[in-house]
């Protein structure tokens, strides 16, 4: 199945950590393991952004929608039904890939910055929504203490869920970018016309991307909520999808790892630097300036550039 | 739920009151407009320059004493405030970096966003505040037995004189027309011997004062807090992508739709007002993805 994916030199890497992240919450503290869940949750978010960013070229604006529609319909499968919770767990992703599927269908016809615009303002709809229905989503104030099943509840085993639940994820995501349909999507992202003419349909690769992008999104809401036991609109408010965006700028977005590499390393510094001072998105926005001037092609992009002849990564490069 | 008993005098009421909000969405989306028409720069942390508009008013006003020539002075030394901060970040970094990709520059503006609601936290602190208006436009008026404030029928006075101005500026002053120019083909009009980067540092400083003003302007009417600036910038962005990019009569009429649904949504179904405007996007969007008006684009 891996064949001509994945060479010796990043299978044993990836074995590696692996090994390494399972054994990890045996000698740290708590707050530690939970720190790395969120490192996970949030990863997995930026990676999934990154299918249609990245990979397809599409300006996707607002995938903090599909983040936070997987985390609404976790949390309100748990309290409004009696289901098995693993009904919940299945019902969250697909309802973030049928807003997906309904804000695409609207969307794909345009491209880029008309595409991204329209997105913002379906999906300002849906937060809206969200905002004020009261006595169904709780407004405002979210839901919290919301009653994750025992089984994962604690924080060792959350973080052992969304750890198991991320690496799948990534595996799965990092099988669809380089199959066929990955390589029409990557196709399409450096030249729309062209692809047209050799007779891709277009938006219908990028109506399946999106949904699919929205589909992982919606794992990391319901792991998010899984983490954290609540939900709040925050959660798909605009701002946060442009920080998920700096996430894969950051990173490094012609890269399968970078936005992962990103996340981490805006999870690291809000913690960090939140135990210093409360102004750390002043700290953010001078990092992302310096960022946007001298390594545009992100953190990763960049020593991808640099080392290229001396690793063989099977990393996907620029052009 | 729905409850509707809306009487005459309710309505036009609502209406009164939604047209002043047009007032400040329009004076606000328009300087956005202007910028995304001319400069190209999707400006995010245009609604961080409305609440430094609003809190430089309040200081202002206070500074000043508080009599009523303070007020009319920090209403014109705020937004001229905010035109300098401007001027700054033009000359110092954006003039670097026009020919970057728009998701680059979104993301540039936004890091501004956010260093800018950091600072505003750090010399205002997270408290909230509140100018009042003058004497003169305090208190309200009753129409059809209902009352109206002063200070919404002032500002009802000052959106057609903005919006006035901003015409007489594009279309009768050289400057102006040489920035509609540039809007459609800078290489042409720095070919003729235009230096075009001022053209367009002009146009940046224009646009973010009018993003001043409409903060001076409303800081009386409710309390000057942060988060201004993120609600605000989702709905000027909204307006201008309704109305047309860079076109300042498409602001005015996505202002409208805008300020109109969501005052009239209140009688309608308050709990669920914020939705109205979003539908009312979504719909014109869905069938005129490209604006309502033409696009300079």
């Known amino acids: ?319 | 739920m729905i409850t509707l008993n809306i009487t005459i005098s309710g309505l036009f009421q609502q209406i009164l009151v939604g047209l002043s909000r047009t007032t400040i969405l329009f004076i606000v989306s328009s300087g956005m407009s202007l910028v995304l028409g001319v400069l190209r720069i999707p400006n995010v942390f245009h609604g961080s320059l409305y609440m430094i508009g609003a809190f430089l008013a309040y200081s202002f006003a206070n500074f000043l004493g508080g009599s009523i020539t303070g007020f009319w002075l920090a209403l014109i030394l705020a937004p001229l405030g905010v035109a300098f901060i401007s001027f700054i970040v033009e000359r110092g970094v954006f003039c670097r970096l026009y020919e970057r990709e728009h998701l680059m520059l979104l993301l540039f503006t936004f890091a501004f966003m956010l260093v800018f609601g950091d600072l505003v936290k750090l010399i205002w602190g997270s408290d909230y505040r509140s100018l009042n208006a003058p004497a003169v436009l305090q208190g309200s008026f009753s129409i059809f037995g209902l009352p109206f404030p002063r200070y919404n029928l002032f500002l009802l006075v000052i959106g057609p004189l903005v919006a006035f101005g901003l015409w007489f500026l594009t279309n009768k002053t050289k400057i102006g027309k040489i920035s509609r120019a540039a809007a459609v083909d800078r290489e042409m009009v720095g070919a003729v011997g235009i230096n075009v980067s001022w053209v367009f540092a002009f146009v940046f400083i224009i646009g973010c004062f009018l993003a001043g003003l409409g903060g001076a302007l409303v800081a009386p009417t409710q309390n000057i807090t942060q988060g201004m600036d993120h609600s605000i910038i989702i709905e000027a962005f909204l307006i201008v992508i309704i109305g047309g990019l860079g076109n300042i009569w498409g602001a005015l009429l996505g202002a409208l739709i805008f300020g109109l649904t969501d005052s009239i949504g209140i009688l309608v179904w308050p709990q669920f007002a914020i939705v109205f405007p979003y539908i009312a996007v979504v719909t014109v969007l869905i069938f005129r993805p490209k604006g309502l008006l033409k696009s300079v684009w």
């Open chain 1, 1 to 319: 199945m891996f064949k001509g994916l994945i060479n010796r030199f990043s299978f044993s890497f990836l074995i590696g950590f692996t090994i390494l992240f399972l054994i990890l919450p045996h000698f740290l503290p708590r707050f530690y393991i939970y720190f790395f869940s969120l490192i996970f949750v949030t990863g997995l978010l930026a990676t999934s952004l990154n299918m249609v960013l990245g990979y397809g070229g599409m300006y996707q604006f607002h995938h903090a929608v599909f983040y936070g529609v997987g985390a609404y319909t976790f949390a309100l499968m748990l309290i409004k039904t009696n289901l098995s919770p693993i009904f919940a767990f299945i019902a969250a992703p697909i309802a973030s890939a049928i807003i997906g599927l309904i804000m695409g269908l609207i969307c794909v016809r345009l491209s880029k910055l008309y595409f991204g615009m329209l997105q913002i303002s379906l999906g300002s709809l849906v937060w809206a929504i969200v905002f004020r229905w009261y006595s169904f989503t709780g407004g405002d104030n979210g839901i919290h203490g919301i009653p994750i099943p025992s089984i994962i509840s604690s924080t060792s085993k959350a973080y052992y869920f969304t750890f198991i639940i991320t690496l799948i994820s990534l595996i799965v995501m990092y099988m669809i970018v380089n199959s066929p349909f990955g390589r029409i999507f990557q196709a399409i992202r450096d030249n729309p016309e062209r692809s047209e003419a050799i007779g891709v349909n277009v938006k219908r690769h990028q109506l399946i991307g999106l949904v699919i992008a929205a589909f992982f999104g919606g794992i990391a809401g319901t792991l998010f909520v899984v983490v954290e036991g609540s939900v709040f609109p925050d959660l798909m408010f605009w701002t946060f999808s442009l920080e998920i965006l700096i996430m894969c700028l950051l990173g490094g977005w012609f890269t399968f790892l970078g936005p992962f590499l990103g996340a981490s390393i805006i999870v690291t510094l809000r913690t960090v630097i939140g135990i210093y001072t409360e102004y750390w998105t002043l700290v953010l926005g001078i990092i992302l300036m310096l960022l946007i001037f001298f390594l545009p092609e992100g953190v990763l992009g960049y020593f991808t550039e640099k080392y290229k002849g001396r690793f063989k990564t099977p990393i996907v490069n620029k052009e």
